[in-house]
C-alpha cells in the first residue's frame, strides 16, 4: 500500500478510537459484525449496480490506483531522456533513434518516438497523442466515481442499518434491560456507513483523480518533448521548455 495512504487511514481511525476512549466508549464496540456486512458489501454491490459489466472487469485495477504507490517517475527524469534523444536526433537525425526506442521502457513515450520516427504529420502525432490522454483521463473518471458512489451510499445504508436495529428495539421494548445495548448496536451501523465513506471510499476516489492527473502532466510532458524532438530543437532548448512545465518545486528538488 502506498505509506502515504496507509498513514492516511491510520491517522483518521486512530482519531476516532482516541475520541471514542475519552467519552468514555470501548473502541472494540465498532467490531459489530451485522453492521460491518450490511455496510461494506451492501455498499459495494449497490455501486456495482452504477456500473456496466465492461466496468466491473476494470475494479481489482481501480481499487490498486487508489491505495497503490502512484507510478509517475519524476519529471526531471523524464527530461532528461527527452534532451538525451534530442541530442541523438539533433546530430544523427532521427532514424537514428529506432534502436534507443526499443529500449525505452515507457510504452506511451514509445509509441510517440516511434510514429515520428516513421514519419508521422506532426500535427497528427500530436492529435493521437493529446487523444490517448484524454481516454486515459475520462477512464481515471470512471474510477474515482465509483469510489465517490460508495462514499454516497455508504452513510445511507448505514442508516438503514440503524433503521432495522431500532425496529429491533421496538419489538423488545418489554425487557427493558436489553434495550441500552440493542440502541448502542443500531447506531453502530450509522457509525460505519459514516466512517468507510469518509475515511476510505471518498479519500479513494480523490487518490485516484491526483493520480491520474499526475500521469496525465506526465503525458503531456512526453508529447512537447515528442513534438521538440521531432522538429530538430536544440537540446538546451528542449529542456527549459521541458523545465517551464513542471512546478519549481520539482526542479529545486533534482538540483538539491
Do not use: H
Not at 14 to 42: K, Q
Not at 59 to 73: C, E, G, Q
Request: net charge negative.
Amino acid at each position: 500500500m502506498d505509506p502515504v495512504t496507509l498513514i492516511g487511514f491510520g491517522i483518521s481511525v486512530v482519531a476516532l478510537f482516541v475520541f471514542m476512549t475519552l467519552e468514555g466508549v470501548a473502541p472494540m464496540t465498532l467490531l459489530f459484525l451485522p453492521a460491518i456486512i450490511l455496510v461494506i458489501v451492501a455498499t459495494f454491490g449497490a455501486a456495482m449496480a452504477s456500473q456496466t459489466m465492461a466496468d466491473l472487469k476494470k475494479m481489482p485495477a481501480w481499487f490498486k490506483m487508489a491505495v497503490l504507490p502512484a507510478k509517475v517517475p519524476p519529471p526531471t527524469d523524464q527530461i532528461q531522456i527527452l534532451v538525451s534523444l534530442a541530442e541523438k536526433a539533433r546530430k544523427e537525425g532521427l532514424l537514428a533513434l529506432e534502436a534507443q526506442v526499443k529500449a525505452i521502457e515507457d510504452p506511451f513515450l514509445k509509441r510517440g518516438l516511434q510514429m515520428g520516427i516513421d514519419g508521422t504529420d506532426p500535427e497528427e502525432l500530436r492529435d493521437v497523442l493529446e487523444s490517448e490522454i484524454s481516454a486515459k483521463k475520462a477512464e481515471d473518471k470512471v474510477a474515482a466515481k465509483f469510489m465517490n458512489a460508495m462514499g454516497g451510499y455508504a452513510p445511507t445504508i448505514g442508516i438503514l442499518g440503524c433503521i432495522v436495529g431500532l425496529m429491533n428495539v421496538m419489538a423488545n421494548l418489554d425487557r427493558p434491560e436489553t434495550l441500552g445495548p440493542m440502541v448502542s448496536a443500531a447506531f453502530i451501523a450509522t457509525l460505519w456507513g459514516v466512517m468507510a465513506a469518509n475515511f476510505w471510499f471518498l479519500p479513494m476516489g480523490a487518490k485516484i483523480l491526483r493520480v491520474s492527473e499526475l500521469q496525465a502532466a506526465q503525458m503531456e510532458l512526453l508529447v512537447e518533448g515528442i513534438a521538440e524532438i521531432q522538429a530538430g530543437t536544440s537540446p538546451r532548448a528542449v529542456r527549459q521548455k521541458l523545465n517551464a512545465l513542471i512546478p519549481p518545486s520539482e526542479l529545486a528538488k533534482a538540483a538539491a
